[in-house]
Each structure stands twice: as C-alpha cells, then as structure tokens.
C-alpha cells in the first residue's frame, strides 16, 4: 500500500492560517488523499478528500500537488477546537486494499490562544 | 450528514467475560463498515472489515475468533470481544464509508477496560 509521511507535530496560533502537509510519493493513480481528524478521546473526524484537483469545503482546503506526490490540507483560521491529530490517508480505489483506510501516525496539531 | 453511532461509550468488564460493541448507521444504509482498535497515544489500527450478511474479513494478526463480528442487517453491525483480558482494553472504533466517492464518517469509539 502506498504510504504518507506526516510531520509528528505542528503548531500554530489561534486565528491564522495553517498548512499541513503530507507526502506520499509512491502514490497510484486510483489513491483518493484523504484527511481525517481525531480530537482526544473521539472517533477520527472526515475532513475532507480529492484525486487530482484542489478541493474546498466548509472545514478547509485541500491543496495537491501536480505530479500527485504531495499534497496540504490548509485550515484557513485556526481556533482552538481544531486542535487535533490530523491524517493524511490515500485510499484505493481499486486492487485488494479496496475501501480501506490504513492510518498512520498522523500530526498532533497544537492551537496557542 | 451521515452519522454513526456506536454503544456504549465506555464499559468495564471482569476478565474472562464477553463485551458486545454495537455500530449504528442512523440515516444511511451501510453495507461495509470497518472496526479498528487504538491503544493510548497510537494511532488506530484496523481490525476488520464487516460485511452486510457475510462474513467478517479480518487483519492479519487479528483473531477471528476472539473478536466476533455480526452485521445482520444494512444498519447494524457489532463487536464482541470474547473472554476478554486485560491487554484487550483499548479504544474500540467503527466506521463506514459513504461510497468511494465520498467520505468515512465514524462513531464516537468504546472505550473498553478489563479488569
């Protein structure tokens, strides 16, 4: 299964921009990038999901890269309540590994007020 | 939006004793939902894959027997941990996924605590 790599941590004050990044080199042509969120204690969040183009919903935007090898999740302004562990997933779409979401160990995002 | 909700939150049991994880979709149908399991500051590793009205496929390394999975209908699946010991405490989790298109949308998790 392709795999991504991911910042262990980052951090950020309340109210600016934040960019997350992740790699995934070895990324196939049906690999969907994924990102997830998991607050303490809960069950990860969807946040959002793309195949070739950038992608913007409500949480935040997702910027990838034109050869597909990298790509990074932008939340416009932080607060304090998206401080979480964010992951980056690629999600095949065809193959074996169909459907499934193999985690990794994601990046702790601290908020500063 | 889609919501899964997962019962209970959090459950104590004696070891030896089993323990059933309910998994709820409430406004969709889900044919597949997946369970996982995340120990303290880890990420969550996938257990197994369930499947509306067949059997469970499970990860390597996962015992099918000790953690037996139902999905009898389009809306429910479960987890039971049997003759649970202590090293099994640990965050339980499903989710199910609304077509490839679209996203996972997960449950709250179990906390599980075997004493």
């Known amino acids: 299964d392709a795999k991504t790599t991911q910042p262990n941590s980052m951090e950020s004050n309340e109210e600016e921009p934040v960019h997350l990044p992740c790699n995934h080199s070895?990324?196939?042509?049906?690999?969907?990038i994924h990102w997830y969120r998991q607050l303490p204690s809960q069950g990860p969040e969807y946040v959002i999901h793309g195949l070739t183009s950038n992608v913007n919903n409500r949480m935040a935007s997702l910027a990838i890269a034109e050869d597909r090898k990298s790509s990074t999740l932008i939340l416009h302004r932080a607060t304090l309540r998206d401080a979480a562990v964010y992951y980056c997933i690629l999600l095949n779409a065809g193959g074996t590994s169909y459907g499934k979401l193999t985690f990794g160990q994601g990046t702790i995002l601290t908020v500063h007020p | 939006g889609a919501v899964v909700s997962q019962h209970p939150s959090w459950v104590i049991c004696k070891s030896g004793t089993s323990v059933k994880i309910e998994c709820r979709s409430l406004?969709?149908?889900?044919?597949?939902m997946f369970w996982y399991r995340q120990f303290p500051k880890q990420s969550l590793m996938l257990m197994a894959t369930?499947?509306?009205?067949?059997?469970?496929?499970?990860e390597q390394g996962v015992e099918k027997d000790k953690f037996l999975i139902n999905h009898a209908s389009l809306t429910l699946s479960t987890l039971t941990v049997t003759s649970a010991h202590p090293e099994d405490s640990s965050f339980y989790i499903c989710?199910?996924?609304?077509?490839?298109?679209?996203?996972?949308?997960f449950g709250s998790g179990t906390r599980l605590t075997v004493v």
């Open positions: 369930s499947n509306e009205g067949s059997k469970a496929t499970y």
């Open positions: 989710s199910a996924s609304l077509g490839i298109l679209g996203g996972y949308t």
């Open positions: 406004d969709f149908q889900a044919t597949t």
């Open positions: 070895t990324i196939s042509g049906t690999d969907y």
